[in-house]
Each structure stands twice: as C-alpha cells, then as structure tokens.
C-alpha cells in the first residue's frame, strides 16, 4: 500500500510570494489533514477535510491560507502571500474514514513526509 | 481547551536503562491518548494509543486520568529507540466524528551506548 505522497519537498520563497503544496492521501481514506510543524514545536491542525468538505478549519489563517479537496482524492494548500512566520514543514495525514466515539477503536493517521517551507 | 505537555524537549539513557517520557494532558472531556514517534529520515508514525493497551517494541503507556498523564515507558532503551517523540490527544467531539490531533512539543531521545 503506497503511503501519503506530497509535493514539493522542500520549497524556499521569498516573502510576500505565493506558494502551493499538493498531498495525495491513501487509497480510500476519506478524511485528509494537514498540519503545519514550526521548528521545535508539535504538529498544528490548520484544515481537516471529510471527502471534499470541510470538517474544521479553526485555525487556517483565512486571510492567507487556503486549501481545497475538489474531488475528494487529492489536496492542494496554498499560502498568498507568504510571511516570514509561515517558514515550517506542511504536513499532510489521512485517515481511512470515521471514528465513532463511545470507546470505539480510534482509526491511526497516517502522515506525509512533509514540505519544508523557507520564507526569507 | 485540550493541550498536551511534554516537560522535557531533550532526554537522553544509556542502553539499557529504563526510560520514561511524560505527557500531561488538559480536556474536560474523555480524551483518547496517542505516542507518536519520528525516526531520523522518517515519517511521522503512531507508535502507541492508550485504548489498545498493547506493548509495541517494548514502550508502554497507562493513562493516568487523576493525573491526567500519560507516561511513555521502556524497561530497558536501545540504540534503535532514539527518535523524536510526540505525545497526542484526541478529545470526544460531536456525536459520530473525530476530533483533530491536539500535539505535545516532542521529546528527543537519546540512547546513548
């Protein structure tokens, strides 16, 4: 089974510019994250997608950030423009579907090698 | 408001002594309880969680809800154990979906030999 591919790896920009990452989850997950990792700190949720639809996006930096899940397969995350704090690794998860809570089994995310994104 | 707590950002055991890395946890709710771990060069992958109460490669984690912890534990380290690791915590959100990953800072291992 071929694991969560994105693109590109690594990116440098400079401020102000746009850039854009692309995540192909696994085969039939239904739920798509991504994260967004700042040196020395844990992962942060920026969207979570159901298929195509949002599920939460509480702490996208709307005026900046946006992603979109067309089809339901693959995902895009774009950053117009860009700043200097925004310099992180992107990571992309997904996960095969919904969990139900009431002690049921919590389904593994499975993650991306990231994009690592210098703003200079 | 969930967050994780992760006290050491770097701990560093020899061989073969015992190895403890704590997590504490703040939810009102039922949380569910991950260790994640990062190997040099690698992705990001579950390790353990705390409702499957299983051992993987020797680490051990009991959710400690009157402390609200979540200690990872080895009995003996290995070389092969030193990677960076990141305590989870999912809370019960609405009826029927899953909440997001809430990430602790991450401890670095070092197993020294």
């Known amino acids: 089974e071929a694991g969560v591919a994105q693109s590109p790896r690594y990116k440098i920009i400079e401020k102000r510019q746009s850039v854009a990452f692309w995540c192909n989850p696994i085969s039939g997950h239904a739920t798509l994250y991504w994260y967004q990792q700042i040196l020395g700190q844990g992962p942060k949720l920026l969207i979570q997608f159901q298929n195509n639809g949002v599920v939460d996006d509480s702490q996208l930096p709307k005026d900046r950030f946006s992603a979109e899940r067309l089809k339901g397969v693959d995902s895009t995350l774009k950053i117009q423009p860009a700043k200097l704090e925004d310099s992180a690794v992107y990571l992309c998860?997904?996960?095969?579907?919904?969990?139900?809570?009431?002690?049921?089994?919590?389904?593994?995310?499975?993650f991306g090698p990231g994009t690592r994104l210098t703003v200079l | 408001a969930q967050r994780v707590t992760q006290p050491e950002k770097l701990l560093s055991v020899f061989k073969g002594a015992p190895v403890e890395l704590k997590c504490n946890y703040s939810?009102?709710?039922?949380?569910?309880l991950f260790w994640y771990v990062q190997y040099s060069r690698q992705r990001l992958q579950l390790l353990l969680r705390?409702?499957s109460r299983e051992s993987i490669k020797g680490f051990t984690a009991d959710l400690n809800k009157g402390e609200t912890s979540f200690h990872l534990k080895k009995p003996f380290a290995q070389e092969e154990d030193s990677a960076m690791y990141y305590c989870?915590?999912?809370?019960?959100?609405?009826?029927?979906?899953?909440?997001?990953?809430?990430f602790g800072q991450g401890t670095r291992l070092t197993i020294n030999p």
């Open positions: 705390h409702i």
């Open positions: 998860a997904s996960r095969p579907g919904w969990i139900f809570n009431s002690g049921g089994l919590a389904d593994t995310q499975y």
């Open positions: 939810y009102s709710g039922s949380p569910e």
């Open positions: 989870a915590l999912s809370g019960s959100g609405l009826r029927g979906r899953a909440q997001k990953l809430v």
